[in-house]
């Protein structure tokens, strides 16, 4: 034992998981109050899934109360999350001794080292995405609402569309407010981004608002910008939107309002060439189809409090010889070809459905986990209890 | 002295128990209008509001509730039961337009309707209705922005509004749902439909209520007696069931059990308290014939509390935790037989006193809870599922129960130990064991209950965890409870050492149970959380303070000096 290195006694030692313990504890408290400010998904990039994130004083502290300035930089989840799987590994290679007695002990560290793979896993590799469905039609792709992307569509050829995929991120840029590309006749200047947006209808836009558009759906309605959704907030998810300018050359073809609030393409014409633009979230297309054939919301009798709703879909997969009919409802998902599909929520006036669409080849792990980890312990404080009780009989 | 020492517990419980049974017989006992019209038949008329059938007199009471905060009124200097208010609001208008049921705190709202009266703060219709356009204006004007964005005066004025159209909503019929649906296919209806155009309801039950309305409006005890069992009879067939939960939660909200089991919790803490004064100065036999006493009197509140949970359970058909309000009663129950266990093992007092504490405190942090309204609203379609209701949310509220429970054992320890000499030898040591195996047991509780919750989550929405704050404070009274536990099994921590990071759980609990929900709401928030906010900050001050105590050194310590 003595011939240990120092350092290898060090990384194992409980001194070191209880400074990790103390560490997760300030972090997550730290996420948590930065979910006022921020979105969940931002904090969890930041935060949880970093190696290192710097954190303004000002969150443990209302603003109203007094101002301040600064930041401090602090371990991110991952690094933590690391040291913590790491430390309890070399606990249980250097202190550790086989015996009935530590069995309960070994078999839960087993289970919260499975836990934190789990959530590397998770973070690393799983995708979530929703399907927006109408009733009585069918989607083959899911959106990223996350992320959204400018598509442009020339669709002049009648046997394949031509599509230019310009994703937000370039949008957002401001350094580089101009976006051109080989494939098109025209640029796009970037007047305004929004990255979270609210439409304004006709009666409700000012003339001014209303007038930043010289062409398509924007001179209709007009759209203002908002703050990011944030976590504690839990409401919907960001939806951006921009005021873009279309120019060939010197030549303005107009400055249209996109966002995936506006449904359908709108048309920008060069030439006697026509091509279709809209801002929407990033689709990845799947080789099977869903079709939406009823949705049904029933409420709580006079309130609109939602009791349960159901999608009832048709799932076609020619290629696996896949044509069936599936309920998927409210804790009653559809598992198929590694995604499952949850009822997340509905289109506005019951018109059709949202299905959340996740794919997470970790999902399994935090079930192990929680078996092994409630195994371990009930194990080791029986084993405990027992103990104590003999020894107060002695 | 010795035979009245002797038999004290036994006075003390039979005194408890008879209290007890007067309050139920007069909950029991006929409520009429002075003129002696009943109002027990119409009480438990089953009616539908927030999609929940209940009694017409649960309904009154939330309402009420709602617009007043109390669940009575003054009718000219007499405190009348929210029912009867009720009726006079459906059958004698103009008398309850001059009801002061409004509950206006705000100065500025106060001189917006130029009331000039400084100390009184509820109001009747009729003081408001001359300024009602400009109510309606001020809340329209409050109403552009959003919620957090509003200022005081803002959302005042807004809950003002509020309550005002919930007034109407309910003086014209359309709320609640009276008419109860006979035949298949019918639904609940209220008596006027919703839509201005559409045709009053016009079936049996419609009119078995009208009935039931133009007797009492006549104020004909007779009549309406009659009509009300016409009523209930028509109801026996096809509501055999509702009716039967309508009698049970009319008796309930009448004898208030929860509230009875807090002051029983009062009662107890004291005696316990007395129990610890009288120690050194009486002989040795008052403190346990004073101790047994408060046992028996927690040991009746908490059948009291048991009784009050099994009933909800009952009424609702769903497991013991589906609200905030819930989460309150049920903490403070899960942590009674854990102490009363150690007591039973211990017999060291300071555990009666631990249990009477937090019973009392979150039966009253409950009580504050329920000013919403309806303790049993419906659940939102993702959290409608029994089985996780029953396994993640009961084993994580037991997690925190048992979080409290240690931390506020922790308390006793640390302020015993150190300010007087009544833990002397055994009860030191028995002491920090406890508050070890509760944090061992809260440890488990809470992680299976949290990676319970993650499953649940997973199973509705593909995602096992994501970092939301509800999820990250659950996580964070883990991490805690592991912090303890390791620290003390690296010897970095002895018994003072557990004892004050116990304490310093009371905080992350706290936390994690209001302090997330508070987050959304911002800092200046209103109705209950507005002062939640104060009072969250109020007890972890306290709980800061406690761990000062605690850093007296062990040298210091009076029950610690006095051991031999």
């Known amino acids: 034992m003595n011939s240990m290195p120092a350092a290898l006694r060090a990384i194992s030692s409980l001194r070191l998981a209880v400074v990790l313990f103390a560490l997760s504890i300030v972090l997550i408290l730290a996420g948590t109050l930065a979910q006022t400010q921020e979105g969940v998904w931002m904090v969890v990039d930041r935060y949880f899934r970093s190696i290192a994130v710097l954190i303004p004083f000002q969150l443990f502290v209302p603003e109203k109360v007094l101002r301040i300035p600064g930041v401090f930089p602090f371990p991110g989840g991952l690094t933590l999350g690391v040291c913590l799987f790491v430390n309890l590994l070399a606990a249980h290679i250097v202190r550790f001794k086989l015996s009935w007695k530590r069995m309960g002990m070994i078999v839960t560290h087993a289970g919260v080292l499975l836990l934190l793979v789990g959530e590397f896993v998770t973070g690393a590799l799983a995708k979530e995405g929703t399907m927006t469905i109408a009733e009585g039609a069918s989607a083959n792709y899911i959106e990223d609402g996350r992320t959204s992307e400018l598509a442009v569509i020339d669709a002049s050829d009648p046997a394949d569309d031509l599509v230019v995929v310009v994703p937000a991120r370039l949008l957002a840029d401001r350094e580089s407010p101009l976006i051109t590309n080989g494939l098109l006749p025209f640029t796009v200047r970037v007047i305004e981004w929004m990255p979270n947006s609210r439409v304004l209808g006709p009666m409700q836009a000012s003339k001014q608002q209303l007038a930043r558009a010289t062409a398509g759906t924007g001179t209709q309605v007009a759209a203002v910008a908002v703050g990011v959704a944030t976590g504690v907030e839990a409401s919907d998810s960001d939806v951006p939107a921009a005021y873009l300018e279309f120019k060939q050359g010197e030549t303005t073809l107009g400055t249209y309002l996109v966002t995936p609030r506006l449904i359908g393409m709108q048309t920008v014409e060069v030439g006697t060439k026509r091509f279709q633009i809209a801002l929407r979230f990033e689709r990845n297309y799947r080789p099977y189809s869903v079709q939406l054939l009823d949705f049904k919301h029933d409420r709580f009798v006079g309130t609109e409090t939602a009791r349960n709703f159901s999608s009832l879909v048709r799932l076609t997969d020619t290629a696996q010889h896949v044509d069936r009919e599936v309920l998927i409802s409210m804790n009653n998902p559809l598992r198929y070809a590694g995604e499952t599909f949850y009822q997340a929520s509905f289109a506005p006036d019951d018109s059709g459905t949202v299905l959340q669409v996740v794919r997470n080849p970790g999902w399994l792990l935090p079930y192990l986990s929680c078996t092994l980890v409630t195994i371990g312990l009930l194990w080791h404080f029986g084993v405990r209890l027992s103990a104590s009780v003999k020894r107060k009989v002695a | 002295m010795k035979t009245l020492a002797r038999w004290f517990p ?3 419980v039979v005194f408890v128990v008879a209290f007890l049974v007067s309050i139920g017989a007069s909950a029991l006992k006929p409520v009429a209008r002075v003129d002696g019209v009943s109002l027990d038949g119409i009480a438990r008329i089953p009616v539908s509001a927030g999609g929940r059938t209940k009694p017409l007199d649960s309904f009154a009471r939330n309402t009420l509730l709602r617009l007043s905060g109390r669940q009575t009124y003054d009718a000219d200097g007499t405190m009348r039961p929210a029912i009867e ?85 309910v003086q014209s019929l359309r709320t609640p749902y009276l008419a109860a649906p006979l035949a298949n296919g019918e639904e609940w209806a209220p008596l006027l439909a919703a839509d201005p155009h559409g045709q009053p309801a016009t079936g049996a039950s419609a009119q078995a ?67 610890m004064l009288v120690a050194p100065l009486s002989a040795e036999r008052w403190k346990p014939s004073l101790l047994r006493s408060a046992l028996g009197v927690i040991a009746l509140a908490f059948v009291l509390h048991t009784l009050g949970l099994t009933a909800r359970i009952y009424l ?126 809260a440890a488990l509780a809470s992680f299976v209950g949290t990676v319970l919750g993650g499953i649940w989550a997973d199973q509705s929405w593909g995602r096992f965890w994501g970092w ?97």
Not at chain 2, 157 to 166: M, N, R, T, V
Not at chain 2, 400 to 424: D, E, M, N, P, Q
Request: hydrophobic content about 55%.
């Open chain 2, 85 to 169: 208010w009720l009726l006079e609001l459906w059958t004698n208008p103009d008398e309850a337009a001059k009801r002061r049921v409004f509950r206006i705190d705000h100065p500025d709202v106060k001189s917006l309707l130029a009331i000039t009266e400084a100390s009184r703060t509820r109001f009747s219709w009729t003081e408001i209705a001359p300024k009602l356009e400009e109510v309606v204006r001020q809340s329209q004007l409050a109403n552009a922005i959003s919620r957090k964005q509003q200022d005081p005066f803002q959302r005042a004025i807004s809950d003002l509004y509020g309550k005002l159209a919930e007034f109407v909503e």
């Open chain 2, 316 to 441: 609702q058909g769903r497991p013991p935790v589906t609200n905030l309000y819930s989460s309150a009663v049920f903490i403070g129950w899960a942590c009674i037989p854990g102490a009363l266990l150690g007591e039973w093992f211990a017999r060291i007092g300071v555990l009666s006193l631990a249990a009477s504490l937090i019973g009392f405190a979150t039966l009253v942090v409950a009580h504050n809870l329920s000013a919403s309204g309806d303790t049993m609203e419906m659940m939102q379609a993702v959290l409608d599922s029994n089985f996780w209701l029953a396994t993640h949310v009961v084993v994580v509220t037991i997690g925190y129960s048992a979080t409290f429970l240690a931390g506020f054992i922790a308390i006793f320890y640390v302020v015993g130990g150190v300010c007087t000499k009544l833990l002397r030898g055994e009860a030191m040591k028995a002491l920090p064991r406890m508050i070890y195996g509760v944090i061992c047991f």
């Open chain 2, 209 to 275: 209520i009208r009935a039931v309305l133009v007797a009492y409006a006549a104020g004909d005890a007779a009549a309406c007696e009659q009509a009300v069992s016409a009523y209930h009879a028509l109801l026996a067939v096809a509501h055999a069931e509702a009716e039967e939960r309508s009698a049970l939660e009319v008796f309930l909200s009448r004898c208030e059990p929860f509230y009875q089991a807090s002051l029983l919790y009062l009662v107890a803490f004291l005696l316990g308290c007395i129990a």
């Open chain 2, 468 to 564: 939301d704050p509800k999820e990250n404070g659950a996580a964070l009274i883990v991490l805690w409870n592991l912090l303890i536990l390791h620290a003390r099994w690296g010897g970095m921590v002895r018994d003072r050492g557990v004892a004050m990071l116990a304490i310093g759980g009371n905080i992350v609990t706290a936390w994690s149970w209001f302090g997330t929900n508070m987050l959304g709401v911002g800092l200046h928030s209103y109705g209950f959380m507005d002062s939640a906010v104060f009072a969250l900050l109020g007890f972890c001050i306290v709980q800061l303070a406690l761990l000062c105590v605690a850093l007296v050194p062990t040298t210091r310590w009076r029950s610690l000096a006095a051991t031999p």
């Open chain 2, 10 to 12: 036994a006075l003390v």
